[in-house]
């Protein structure tokens, strides 16, 4: 009787725990909507670079030095255009909401545009617990896209925001139970794929790190090549797009930056890497950016063809450039970079107020940044941890082959972020431009909070797996 009472008390607690992480999913969820839908209006101000989803989507994006960086702009005219004409992932998730019942013929409001981002996040989150993924993982990740600096992107033309959104879908196609449906999860870490890197030029490397972690701790045959083959290829479309291609690129000002605010600004040598890229006499421009000063026709024309591989060869037999761009990057990835308005203006908000939460996950970050590398150290150690031998493509999956495989995908996601960053654009605005990777970290320390949560408690409710507990019943 005493040992009957104890299971039915044990299965009573998960049961119970269950529901409490059912109902937090549901509240921060909600919370996010009603921040997003206001009032007052909420999102984040154009940089000026609205435009390069504005016009893809069919949306007229004008040009207010008033507002620039520091107000947000509640709504946008529709105008002529196509998806063709600049075609990217958030141009079309803009455009799909701006068509979405009630229409209104003539603009397209930001709130509209940011719900709609959450509804495809709720969806995953949804799809993500039928098939087998533990409601409190769930939770630790909705904690994550809750913090203003992600939630508040879904409200603007940013092409981050869908970037965002396909790397936490993607998350939640790899936090999956064994057995559960291949098809679900492997449709849901495609479009994740899509939506990340077809959204700009920069987040290419998700798409690697998808595909590279769709094969970890799984066996061979999983079908696990097959879905890997396809994030690849959807990745190699989306770099032919927007590398030679009808996406958007920079080549002259995201050249100059990698050179002269970029390589030639932390190495040991600068004059040898501009001797080497055949830019010699343009010495004094080394740790200035494009838009400081008037760029010569010679020098832009230069600029443009600068080899990345090069680059990346001169940042590797050169030590001093790797320690020096290391702390750079570390500095910029742990701190949020948040500087864009939050609020219309108004006599409360007369400049460029930052709506902030003291509870968010990128508040706690922020607060415990000196101590992150020493936490993700022990986070990747307990995620990686085995009772028996491991391998990752061998005959048998790891005993933690979703926990495995996520982590592998964000630490790869925070890596290939930061070296695309920094190869592509220099360290000018190196904090937005690691916006995605600070979202990958945030979603990796928040997983392995979870995952702590669940070896805390195992003990308290038997041998059975705390996860295995409050998982919903797989559906094949």
């Known amino acids: 009787m005493l040992r009957g009472a104890t299971s039915g008390s044990r299965g009573s607690a998960r049961l119970a725990i269950r529901i409490a992480a059912l109902a937090a999913l549901a509240a921060i969820l909600a919370h996010g909507a009603a921040l997003l839908a206001g009032p007052p209006v909420r999102g984040l101000a154009d940089n000026g670079d609205f435009w390069r989803v504005g016009r893809g989507a069919g949306l007229w994006v004008p040009d207010d030095p008033e507002s620039r960086n520091r107000f ?10 196509h998806l063709a004409d600049a075609f990217s992932s958030a141009a079309l998730l803009v455009r799909i909401a701006g068509e979405l019942p009630p229409r209104d013929p003539r603009e397209v409001s930001l709130q509209r545009v940011g719900l709609f981002y959450l509804c495809l996040a709720a969806l995953a989150f949804t799809l993500a617990l039928r098939r087998g993924a533990a409601p409190l993982v769930c939770v630790a990740f909705a904690w994550v896209l809750a913090s203003p600096e992600n939630l508040l992107m879904l409200n603007s033309l940013y092409a981050d925001a869908a970037a965002l959104l396909g790397a936490l ?31 700009k030029q920069l987040h290419a490397g998700v798409g690697v790190a998808a595909a590279l972690a769709s094969m970890v701790g799984r066996p061979p045959g999983d079908r696990v090549p097959t879905v890997a083959l396809l994030a690849g290829l959807v990745t190699f479309g989306a770099v032919v797009h927007f590398g030679a291609g009808a996406g958007l690129r920079f080549p002259t000002i995201n050249g100059y930056h990698a050179v002269f605010s970029g390589v030639a600004d932390v190495s040991s040598d ?15 421009r080394v740790g ?8 010569p026709p010679d020098l832009a024309r230069r600029v443009e063809t600068v080899s990345r591989t090069q680059i990346a060869l001169q940042y590797l037999r050169d030590p001093r ?3 020096r761009t290391f702390t750079v990057v ?26 902030e939460e003291p509870w968010s996950f990128g508040a706690l970050r922020d607060r415990a ?13 307990w995620l990686a941890r085995r009772r028996r031998p491991w391998r990752p493509l061998g005959r048998k999956p790891h005993r933690d082959a979703a926990a495995l495989a996520t982590a592998t995908f964000l ?28 979202f990958a970290l945030d979603l990796l320390l928040a997983f392995a909070i979870a995952s702590a949560i669940e070896a805390a408690t195992r003990k308290l409710l038997g041998p059975a797996s705390f996860l295995d507990a409050i998982r919903p019943r797989v559906r094949r």
């Open 288 to 295: 200035t950016h494009y838009f400081g000063a008037p760029v």
């Open 411 to 438: 630490v790869l996601t925070i890596a290939f972020e930061s070296a695309g960053a920094v190869l592509g654009d220099g360290f000018f605005a190196l904090g937005r431009h690691l916006h995605l990777a600070r």
């Open 330 to 355: 570390r500095r910029a990835l742990v701190s949020s970079d948040r500087f864009l308005g939050n609020e219309l203006p108004s006599e409360r908000h007369p400049g460029a107020a930052i709506y």
């Open 369 to 381: 940044a000196a101590a992150l590398p020493f936490v993700a150290i022990l986070a990747l150690a």
């Open 72 to 81: 947000v702009r509640p709504s946008f005219e529709r105008a002529d255009g």
């Open 270 to 284: 600068p004059d040898r890497v501009l001797r080497e890229h055949h830019l010699s006499e343009y010495r004094d």
């Open 321 to 323: 450039a790797l320690r």
């Open 169 to 199: 879908v993607i998350a939640l196609s790899l936090v999956r139970r064994p057995g559960a449906a291949r098809w679900v999860t492997e449709a849901l870490l495609l479009v994740g794929v899509f939506l990340a890197t077809w959204s």
